[in-house]
């Protein structure tokens, strides 16, 4: 791309909380106060924390809403925000208990309360429960169906909440050494219990938090405009600048939210790039250009295929899946679909990574056509098998999944086709109906720790719907948990993978290398996202 300039940041984690420091915020009336704007493709399903489970979603609330604790800048461990302070009280890391601060409002005026913190972990399960009872009820129409669990899954060690003055404890029903990390997500969001109803999703243009920012007007797919909380306070620095965000989405056979999001950026309409353009964009930067800022790192967001491991199901059978592990064509993806801005990918735990290793190369890479074809014919399978590969936004998203039915075709042992979804349909039936064969998506971390990369993708939490589950693998995953200095688990967390990836329930395809870009004005890029999943709009400010 000439002109202006193009790049696109990969949001690997969507747990946007705090950063360090804080001060009394006045507002001015100058220059300044124009709202930044930051354009995404990572647009929000629902704004109610209860509801969220996905990356645009996370990216959003997690501005609008405080947990007890939280990440800042430059640390991986999680601090206090809405707490005073939280620790385990026990040696079997089974009781959390938090002291909340006693200084904390909603954004209508509200105190916050411990009974409020217990009402939104207790909401969020509630939920879930409410959405598994309807999923099994065959009474209710598919169309009416609740299908909104939300990170319940996250919660799974939770098995009460109790609260003791300014204190809320946190009962868990194993060891789990994660638990903070959990709380300090998006699924330790404090929702105000007077203005969110039980068992119902709240109303996306009225949301009610205690975060940094307040939700002044919002747009689904559209539009979020943000404006600095006066009353917030916590472990960040309070917010200097209005915050416009611009979502960017596919409507039908028009332009991929990249390319729109390129447009945008080459036509000057927005001050920071925060979402993903197509890899040609990305691939052709212009770092010497003194007008725009830039920051490059490694990042978590990665890209997989899982699959429906139903037992009545193509995927169901372990062959099947082996054989797209060992088909794929990882280097050719990210050279040549990618555009080299991502790497291949042989582990579902990212490289950076405690645990990371390469077990899909290892067990696959050299195996040839032949050889997969002997196991789904010794498997009992017809050839060739026959799926749908689902997928919906992503950078060169049609490109990819096309390159990858492609190269499965060429093997004569599969007949694939690919069909789009726009998100606001893919995820629903990803996790409703479960009605896809196989699917592309973008994982972002829950938290940063090897856990999150276990526990939902081949473990118990089931966090993108596979179905999958194997005793082994959960018994060996158990205890982890109860392993405070998560460096002494590494091995574990290989000897995990190693099994995982014969199984093959979901297969890593690349990583991403997270850039964020700017124009030279704007200060604070550098701290908009980090491994920790967290996206800081608030330190965002014009300079």
Same mark, same amino acid.
């Given at each position: 791309m000439k002109g202006r300039g193009a790049i696109g940041i990969g949001l690997a984690m969507v747990l946007v909380m705090a950063g360090a420091g804080g001060w009394v915020y006045y507002q001015t009336l100058d220059e300044n106060d124009e709202p930044i704007s930051v354009g995404t493709t990572m647009a929000p399903t629902v704004l109610d924390p209860a509801g969220a489970y996905d990356i645009g979603s996370w990216a959003l609330t997690s501005n609008l809403f405080q947990s007890l604790l939280t990440f800042v800048p430059g640390k991986e461990q999680p601090v206090p925000d809405a707490a005073e302070s939280c620790d385990f009280t026990d040696e079997e890391l089974t009781v959390f208990r938090c002291t909340l601060r006693d200084d904390l409002r909603f954004s209508n005026g509200n105190a916050m309360t411990p009974d409020d913190v217990k009402f939104s972990y207790e909401r969020i399960i509630g939920m879930a429960a409410r959405a598994q009872r309807e999923a099994e009820d065959d009474t209710i129409p598919e169309e009416e169906k609740f299908a909104f669990a939300g990170p319940a899954g996250l919660l799974g060690s939770l098995a009460a909440v109790r609260t003791d003055g300014q204190d809320v404890i946190f009962e868990l029903n194993q060891s789990d050494a994660t638990f903070p990390f959990i709380v300090a997500g998006a699924a330790g969001a404090i929702v105000d219990r007077q203005s969110y109803q039980e068992l119902d999703l709240h109303a996306d243009d009225s949301v009610v938090g205690s975060g940094p920012f307040v939700l002044d007007r919002y747009v689904a797919d559209d539009v979020a405009e943000l404006s600095p909380n006066p009353n917030y306070s916590g472990a960040a620095d309070p917010a200097e600048n209005a915050?416009?965000?611009?979502? #960017?989405?596919?409507?039908?056979?028009?332009?991929?939210?990249? =390319?729109?999001?390129? =447009?945008?950026? &080459?036509? &000057?309409? +927005?001050?920071?790039?925060?979402?993903?353009? %197509? %890899?040609? $964009?990305? $691939? =052709?930067?212009? *770092? !010497?250009?003194?007008?725009? $800022? #830039?920051? =490059?790192?490694?990042?978590?967001?990665?890209?997989?295929?899982? #699959?429906?491991?139903?037992?009545?199901?193509? #995927?169901? !059978?372990?062959? /099947?899946?082996?054989?797209?592990?060992?088909? +794929?064509?990882? &280097? /050719? +993806?990210?050279? *040549?679909?990618?555009?080299?801005?991502?790497?291949p990918l042989y582990s579902l735990i990212p490289a950076g990574f405690t645990g990371h290793s390469t077990p899909y190369y290892d067990l696959y890479y050299d195996m040839e056509v032949e050889d997969v074809r002997e196991e789904l014919t010794s498997a009992g399978l017809e050839l060739p098998v026959q799926f749908d590969l689902a997928y919906s936004r992503g950078a060169a998203n049609t490109a990819e999944a096309e390159f990858i039915a492609e190269t499965l075709e060429e093997s004569g042992l599969f007949e694939v086709t690919t069909t789009y979804y726009d998100w606001s349909e893919f995820v629903p039936t990803l996790f409703g109906e479960r009605a896809f064969d196989a699917y592309l998506l973008s994982f972002a971390a829950d938290f940063p720790d090897p856990a999150t990369f276990t526990d939902n993708l081949i473990g118990p939490v089931d966090g993108i719907a596979t179905g999958f589950s194997d005793d082994e693998i959960n018994a060996l995953i158990e205890p982890t948990r109860a392993v405070m200095d998560r460096g002494r688990v590494a091995p574990d967390f290989e000897h995990i993978h190693q099994l995982a990836a014969e199984e093959a329930p979901v297969i890593p395809i690349w990583q991403e290398t997270r850039v964020t870009i700017s124009t030279s004005d704007i200060a604070g890029i550098q701290q908009l996202a980090s491994n920790s999943g967290v996206w800081r709009l608030w330190e965002l400010h014009r300079i």
């Open positions: 915050i416009t965000v611009r979502y #960017f989405v596919q409507q039908g056979d028009g332009p991929t939210a990249e =390319e729109q999001l390129a =447009e945008a950026w &080459e036509n &000057e309409e +927005i001050d920071v790039n925060g979402g993903v353009m %197509p %890899p040609e $964009a990305m $691939a =052709e930067l212009n *770092r !010497s250009d003194p007008d725009i $800022a #830039f920051a =490059e790192q490694a990042g978590a967001n990665t890209r997989v295929m899982g #699959f429906n491991t139903d037992e009545d199901r193509t #995927f169901g !059978s372990r062959a /099947a899946r082996r054989a797209v592990a060992a088909l +794929i064509d990882r &280097e /050719a +993806i990210a050279r *040549r679909v990618q555009q080299a801005t991502v790497q």
